[in-house]
Structure formats: C-alpha cells, structure tokens
C-alpha cells in the first residue's frame, strides 16, 4: 500500500521526488529536494496523510550534505505510514515549514531548531523547544562536546509569572 | 544502636551561636517541637515521585515521624523534599521556591538524581540540587527505598534536634544597627 502512495508520488513529481525504496519496517520511503517539500506534503495531505506523527532531523557528519530532515507521515483512512528524508547542506540549513499542512508539525519543527539548528521558514514561532534561550550550541548535532557543560542559569533568566509579571526578586 | 552522627566529635561552637542555659532549654524544646512537626513540600520532578507517594501513604506511614501532610504551598513548609531530576531550565524554578520557604527550613535530596545528577550526566542536568540550594540529607538510591528515606528523614530529625534553634531567627531592624560600615 505505501509502495503504491510513493510510486504515484515519484510519478507525479519527477525529479522533486526519487530515490524511492523499501524501508526496514515495511514503510516505503523517498528523498525529496528540499524545495519542493511543502508542495509534496500538500499533495499528501490531500491523498489522505492526515497526520505527521513525527518529524525529527538527523546529523551524518562528515557526509555532503550534512543533515537530513525526516517526515514520518500517516494515513488514518488508508492505515499507511511513509517517510520522507530531505537532505540539506550545512551551509545552508533552511528548509521550508509545512506547519501551514500540519499544524502538529510545529513543535517538531521547533525541536529540530533547538537539538540540530535547522531554521524553518515560514514558523509561526521560532523558538526553541526543550532548552533554554541563553543555552549556546545545538546539542544533539555530532559535533558538540560530549562533556560540554553551561553555566547554571541566574534568576533573572527564569520563566516569569505571565499574568503578574516578573517577581519582586528580578527587580532589585 | 548508634549511628555515625551520634559518635562523631562534639565541634567547637562559634560564639554567636553559644546559648546560656536557658537558651538551651528553648532551643531544646524548639528542636523537638520542630523535628516532630515536619511540613514537606515535595517537588517531584521525576520518577522519584513513585517512591515518594509509597513512602508518605500508609504503609510506610511517614506521619509516625511528623511529616505526613505535604503542603504544596512553599511558605507553610518546613522541608524542601527535591525528589527527581533538576535540569538547568528547571533550576531557578527551585531556587525561587527555596528563596519563598520561611525559616527555619531544611532540604532533603530524594534519591540519586537529585543528589548527584544521577547517570543523567549530561548537557541539560544540574549535577546535584547542591548547586542550586544547600541540601542538607543526601538520600541515595534510583530510587531510594521508602525505608532508605525514612532513614533520611530520622537523620534530619537528629540534625534539627542538635541545632541550636531560636526564638526569634531573625534580627529586629532597630537592633541591628546602623547600615554604614
């Protein structure tokens, strides 16, 4: 059933859409240029690919190019899964956002901001996810020290009551 | 049977905190008053948690020692029980809720993560919540038993009740002086 979907996909997106094969789990998977992902997953969406259960990113380094944006996609009406693997260069580590297909797609996008430093065009919150703003570094990239610690964060730079604003001791 | 704290050498005291005779019998009774009327605030930010809930409920029974009834409010407590993993995002969180407890207070790190950072050693994980606020029981184990706590917590019952406890901890503004020095 997902070797169909990627096959109608190659078909109908040549050249945007190739190297498509058979995945360890049975899922049938394809690489897409980066700038035609949005086009692609728009094109899904409305086959059925309702849900982007999860979109992480992955970082082989020494390899050209250097990270790999991976979109495991499915299918509530046909009980299909697929995945999508986009290369992006390190030089050039913006991909397009597709949290405009799926809105669920936003705090992944978010994580991958945060653990590899790829930025998304087109966010609606370009934040990072799990660290804190003033954390240097992105740390699941292969190339951040394994011991590498950071300071221990000051008061200040604590989260702050958002209804009655910042506390008597951030004010000194 | 005794054990180390009660063989350990007498240490000098200083001598602002030297009590005459009947500061000693307050002091006493303070002590015995507070080790028995322990109010916890637990700050349960991780698995630890489990163990934390068996150890207050009634098998364990935490209330034979006075420390049964948590108060999720940070000026009613006694005792700061940090039970799980401190990551750095989380820390001036616990540094705030320390600042916010009223004296006399005391810390209890509950099990291995909050004493040492347990085997999180990595880039998002304080490395003991002794960075963050003076802890004063360590309670290893991932998780401790509930035993191993309640250990912890008849620890912290004789550290009190060695303490010498005020009336009045702190120092009325008229009789502290002038500000210049």
């Known amino acids: ?172 | 049977m005794d054990s180390d704290l009660d063989t350990l050498p007498v240490i000098a005291t200083r001598r602002e905190e030297a009590l005459t005779g009947l500061q000693k019998v307050v002091s006493n009774t303070l002590g015995w008053g507070r080790k028995w009327s322990i109010f916890p605030y637990p700050f349960v930010t991780a698995c630890c948690g489990m163990e934390y809930m068996a150890m207050s409920m009634n098998r364990y029974d935490l209330d034979r020692f006075g420390a049964a009834f948590p108060r999720f409010s940070p000026r009613q407590a006694d005792l700061l029980l940090i039970v799980g993993t401190i990551n750095i995002k989380q820390a001036p969180v616990l540094r705030r809720i320390y600042d916010q407890m009223a004296d006399p207070k005391w810390v209890l790190a509950f099990g291995a993560c909050a004493s040492s950072g347990g085997f999180y050693d990595n880039y998002a994980v304080v490395q003991g919540a002794d960075r963050i606020v003076p802890v004063d029981v360590y309670v290893p184990g991932c998780p401790p038993r509930p035993e191993q706590v309640i250990d912890g917590i008849m620890m912290l019952q004789k550290k009190i009740q060695n303490q010498p406890q005020k009336l009045m901890d702190w120092q009325p503004a008229a009789a502290a002086g002038p500000a210049e020095r």
């Open chain 1, 1 to 172: 059933m997902s070797k169909a979907v990627i096959d109608a996909l190659v078909a109908r997106f040549p050249g945007a859409v190739h190297d498509a094969y058979q995945g360890v789990g049975g899922d049938a998977a394809a690489f897409v240029e980066k700038g035609s992902i949005v086009e692609v997953a728009t094109s899904l969406k409305a086959d059925g690919f309702d849900l982007a259960p999860y979109i992480t990113a992955v970082d082989y380094l020494g390899q050209e190019p250097r990270f790999e944006v991976v979109y495991n996609l499915y299918s509530t009406r046909l009980n299909t899964r697929i995945r999508l693997r986009v290369k992006v260069a390190e030089s050039d580590p913006v991909v397009p956002s597709v949290t405009g297909v799926w809105r669920g797609a936003d705090w992944f996008e978010r994580y991958c901001l945060d653990m590899y430093g790829l930025t998304f065009t087109g966010h609606p919150d370009p934040r990072r996810l799990f660290m804190y703003e003033s954390f240097v570094g992105h740390p699941l990239r292969k190339d951040y020290p394994l011991r590498g610690r950071q300071p221990i964060l000051g008061e200040c730079e604590g989260p702050q009551d958002s209804i009655r604003g910042p506390g008597p001791a951030t004010r000194s």
